[in-house]
């Protein structure tokens, strides 16, 4: 029999951390339920503390999620562990996760503290945590860059106070496989009571060995927990990819001890989702989840793979999710079948009236295009199509023209809070001159930091998906729009981004 890995998704939580991918309730509740569906073990959905938004959120994931383990951040003080135990406490099965930095480096320049403060508040944070949550997991942060000595005498601390699981963090993506792996088994050893923990560790992908790191913990080292996000999302370079994780333990099972229960064919929908709620578009070449990563142009490796799968691939398409996305809904469908589809996503909104926008939404879009595929549906959600109705902006009109030997222009009709705004303008391309066409009624005086557009599925009929980053004060936003035409796609986008600008509820980035 082999071990259990425990899959410990931080998506919602250290992949949010990106700049611009900050995520609302109702999107962390759609990715949660999605990760419940992959059946990840334990879903990190926030920081409690770090804003009433995210609170929000925490306990509404909490409180949807039945198959997984709800887990939230909290820093090594009373204020931030009461705040994740109120926001967790609803949760079927919940975890307290704390941490306090345990590097010379850390404890010197950012925390101001001697050790021997460290090694007291550690203590004092899980005891307390422990008084409310069985289930305490303990991260001194920085971990590969500590001393060995003080940081065993830390660990042997928390377990001692009641630390379940003790996970180490390499924080700032320093180590390298071999010297990582030696250095989780030389932990276990020397702490007296490791055996009473799990051992976890949470990798960043700095030097792009974030997986090959959290694999060697594994195998050297004895981890049976690995902390990771979908597509590696996360802050700098990223973070441990679970669908790279997962695969590679599944396909090879000859050499890793461990298996995980994730279903896999729920990684390449997941990947999607995330992707368009983030608009972080995952790169062609990505493994597992790459748009190209089954795809063989070589003549001698299709060849090969026409004659023998196993030629040029080790993994099936379908097994990852690949096959599992299938045309389910057309112009003549009814409002059952497209609700009931949506279940099936995994996507619930939260009242009727908002069934009723999102089903005009997918009438509009069904008389541009024959096929609706699911991927159709998850940008309609998305988009923001089915948003509250008290939207700041919102787009009426628009149309625009450009040619060889011609000034791109545009126009558009905006509604400010129920009255009509129009403006014209003229750009260096069609969108150029929508986006500004837009900002001479909105003069919102933001910074596009990023103008990115997909195709949602292929053929010449696929809607393009937009997504528009803007920052303004310190603040940084995603929009999504989707469309057949791309440039109505591309103003779409940028209103839903000016939107979350003015929302007063709209979260703050993390890092901010």
Same mark, same amino acid.
């Given at each position: 029999m082999k071990d259990r890995l425990i899959i410990f998704d931080t998506t919602m939580r250290d992949g949010e951390q990106?700049?611009?991918? $900050?995520?609302?309730?109702?999107?962390?509740?759609?990715?949660?339920?999605?990760l419940e569906r992959m059946r990840v073990d334990v879903i990190e959905a926030g920081f409690p503390a770090s804003s009433n938004g995210d609170f929000e959120a925490v306990r509404a994931v909490a409180g949807v999620v039945k198959d997984s383990t709800v887990a939230g951040l909290c820093r090594a003080n009373d204020r931030d562990i009461s705040r994740g135990? &109120?926001?967790?406490?609803?949760?079927?099965?919940?975890?307290?996760?704390? /941490?306090?930095?345990? $590097?010379?480096l850390h404890m010197e320049k950012k925390l101001r503290m001697t050790p021997e403060q460290?090694?007291?508040?550690?203590?004092?944070?899980?005891? /307390?945590?422990?008084?409310? @949550?069985?289930?305490?997991? /303990?991260?001194?942060?920085?971990?590969?860059?500590s001393e060995p000595d003080f940081l065993c005498r830390v660990l042997e601390a928390v377990i001692a106070e009641g630390a379940t699981t003790i996970n180490i963090p390499d924080t700032v993506g320093y180590a390298v496989p071999q010297q990582f792996g030696e250095f989780i088994r030389s932990l276990r050893e020397r702490v007296p009571n490791s055996g009473k923990a799990v051992w976890s560790v949470h990798c960043h992908n700095d030097l792009g060995m974030a997986v090959a790191n959290?694999? !060697? #913990?594994?195998?050297?080292?004895?981890?049976?927990?690995?902390? @990771?996000?979908?597509n590696g999302l996360g802050e700098r370079a990223g973070n441990t990819s679970l669908e790279e994780i997962v695969m590679s333990v599944r396909t090879r099972s000859d050499f890793f001890p461990v298996e995980t229960r994730i279903d896999t064919t729920q990684i390449v929908p997941a990947s999607r989702l995330v992707s368009q709620i983030t608009g972080f578009v995952v790169q062609p070449n990505k493994a597992v989840v790459g748009a190209n990563a089954f795809a063989h142009a070589s003549g001698i490796h299709q060849d090969g793979v026409i004659k023998a799968r196993q030629t040029y691939e080790i993994m099936r398409a379908e097994d990852v999710g690949w096959?599992? +996305?299938?045309?389910?809904?057309?112009? =003549?469908s009814g409002r059952n079948a497209f609700k009931q589809r949506l279940? &099936?996503?995994?996507?619930?909104?939260?009242? &009727?009236?908002?069934? +009723?926008?999102? /089903?005009?939404?997918?009438?509009? =879009?069904?008389?541009?295009?024959a096929e609706i595929f699911?991927?159709?549906?998850? !940008?309609?959600?998305? &988009?923001?199509?089915?948003?509250?109705?008290?939207?700041?902006?919102?787009?009426?009109?628009?149309?625009?023209?450009?040619?060889?030997?011609?000034?791109?222009?545009?126009?558009?009709?905006l509604s400010e809070s129920g009255a009509e705004k129009t403006a014209q303008s003229e750009g260096d391309g069609p969108v150029d001159a929508t986006f500004k066409a837009i900002e001479n009624v909105a003069r919102s005086e933001a910074e596009l930091l990023l103008y990115s557009v997909n195709a949602v599925t292929h053929g010449t009929e696929s809607q393009g998906e937009v997504t528009v980053r803007l920052a303004r004060g310190g603040r940084i936003v995603n929009g999504v729009g989707a469309d057949t035409d791309i440039v109505v796609a591309s103003a779409k986008a940028y209103i839903? #981004?000016? +939107?979350?600008?003015?929302?007063?509820?709209?979260?703050i980035n993390p890092q901010v």
């Open positions: 990106s700049p611009g991918a $900050s995520m609302t309730r109702e999107e962390k509740v759609r990715i949660a339920r999605q135990v &109120e926001a967790l406490k609803g949760a079927k099965s919940w975890r307290i996760h704390t /941490f306090i930095a345990t $590097s010379p460290v090694l007291e508040d550690a203590r004092a944070a899980v005891r /307390f945590a422990r008084r409310h @949550c069985p289930d305490i997991e /303990f991260s001194p942060e920085d971990a590969s860059r959290s694999l !060697a #913990a594994v195998v050297i080292g004895g981890a049976r927990q690995i902390e @990771c996000t979908v096959a599992a +996305n299938k045309i389910v809904l057309g112009k =003549l279940k &099936e996503l995994g996507v619930e909104l939260e009242s &009727e009236e908002a069934y +009723n926008k999102a /089903f005009q939404g997918f009438k509009d =879009l069904a008389d541009k295009k699911d991927e159709d549906l998850q !940008a309609l959600v998305s &988009e923001g199509r089915v948003g509250s109705s008290d939207e700041h902006w919102k787009l009426v009109h628009m149309s625009q023209g450009s040619g060889m030997g011609e000034r791109p222009h545009a126009s558009v009709v839903a #981004a000016l +939107n979350k600008l003015h929302s007063k509820t709209e979260r």
